[in-house]
């Protein structure tokens, strides 16, 4: 082992901890990791995604990437046995946010995966452009934070951060509900084609696009629908009355009312939002903070209600006085509506070229 390799922990050897693994050891960590089966965290040893099994009580960084039924006291587990940084990859926010109230945990969710399954198929480069949601509490460690966020910016990560209940909210709207209605939709063509052999022949590339999620094991998602019920309810019920508008257009011959549905959709669905990945579409805006808890939070937070993308972060400490700077680096086309944000809550940034 390299003793200047910063280490890292990783509890849950599947795909998704697997995956952060690689990447870790990609950047040059030393990464141990240890799994409820002792043969599945010996073959990722066997295979290089992890330098060693079990437990590195001295790892700055622990991610707990278990399923959601084990995942509380997995991460209750971290806090005691390592020293640094906890957080974890479930996909809903507010339970786990609510039950564990450390300032070395901070909830996440990222936003990937892959038809793969298990440690074979861990990739570090699923990671590449993929949303990752950060939902610190009040009680969150400030520099554990910001430290969190570099290193999933480095990982390729688009770092969000929002409150635990807008996350569960949002996701049952852009991942839960469209599982279900993929789900759904995969049952009625295989409901058919039970007396109509042909029909999934048929399925061409449009079908199995949208079906694809529908593939993913029913055990995850068992998990997430009783954890994140309310809000998924609250969707279903919207998409239905979609789904009703639209059947009343298609059964009335609506022909405007369809163009502008489906108008409003390709729109939509063209606007969707990408990464910048060229320096000179990025700028540097630098915050003057008070050394108050939640401040790195609290404005990576208002990046996300105005949905600005922040590429990278950083905190330059001053030599003096209780005050620092928080350095964020963001889209050019949206560092005015930023400024305006930050400066109507009091903050007073300042922007620089990149070096």
Request: with cysteine.
């Amino acid at each position: 082992m390299n003793n200047n390799a910063r280490r890292g922990q990783i509890v849950g050897t599947g795909l998704i901890g697997g995956s952060v693994a690689l990447a870790l050891r990609g950047a040059g960590w030393h990464v141990t990791g240890t799994d409820i089966d002792a043969e599945r965290a010996e073959r990722a040893r066997e295979l290089g995604v992890i330098d060693a099994t079990g437990i590195d009580q001295e790892a700055e960084l622990t991610f707990v990437a278990v399923p959601a039924g084990a995942l509380e006291a997995e991460i209750e587990k971290a806090l005691k046995e390592t020293k640094g940084m906890v957080t974890d990859t479930g996909s809903v926010k507010t339970g786990v946010a609510r039950n564990i109230n450390d300032p070395r945990f901070v909830p996440g969710h990222p936003m990937a995966g892959s038809e793969q399954d298990g440690i074979e198929g861990a990739d570090q480069r699923i990671f590449e452009g993929a949303v990752w949601v950060l939902t610190p509490t009040e009680g969150t460690e400030d520099l554990g934070l910001r430290e969190l966020q570099t290193v999933l910016s480095a990982m390729g990560c688009d770092v969000v951060t929002m409150t635990p209940e807008r996350h569960d909210a949002l996701v049952a709207i852009v991942s839960h509900v469209p599982h279900l209605t993929a789900a759904s939709l995969m049952c009625l063509a295989d409901d058919r084609a039970l007396d109509d052999a042909p029909l999934l022949r048929l399925a061409a590339g449009g079908f199995r696009d949208m079906t694809r999620i529908a593939a993913g094991h029913p055990e995850i998602w068992l998990d997430i629908c009783e954890e994140n019920r309310d809000a998924i309810v609250t969707v279903l019920d919207e998409f239905t009355d979609r789904i009703n508008h639209i059947r009343d257009i298609v059964a009335q011959s609506d022909r405007d009312g369809l163009t502008e549905l489906l108008s409003q959709a390709r729109r939509a669905r063209t606007n969707l939002p990408s990464r910048y990945v060229r320096p000179q579409d990025l700028l540097e805006i630098r915050i003057p903070i008070p050394d108050r808890k939640g401040q790195i939070a609290n404005i990576t937070m208002l990046a996300a209600d105005c949905d600005v993308n922040v590429a990278d972060i950083e905190v330059a400490h001053s030599t003096e006085g209780a005050q620092g700077v928080l350095v964020l680096v963001i889209a050019r086309a949206e560092v005015q509506r930023f400024l305006a944000v930050l400066a109507g809550q009091g903050y007073k940034p300042t922007t620089r070229e990149l070096a």
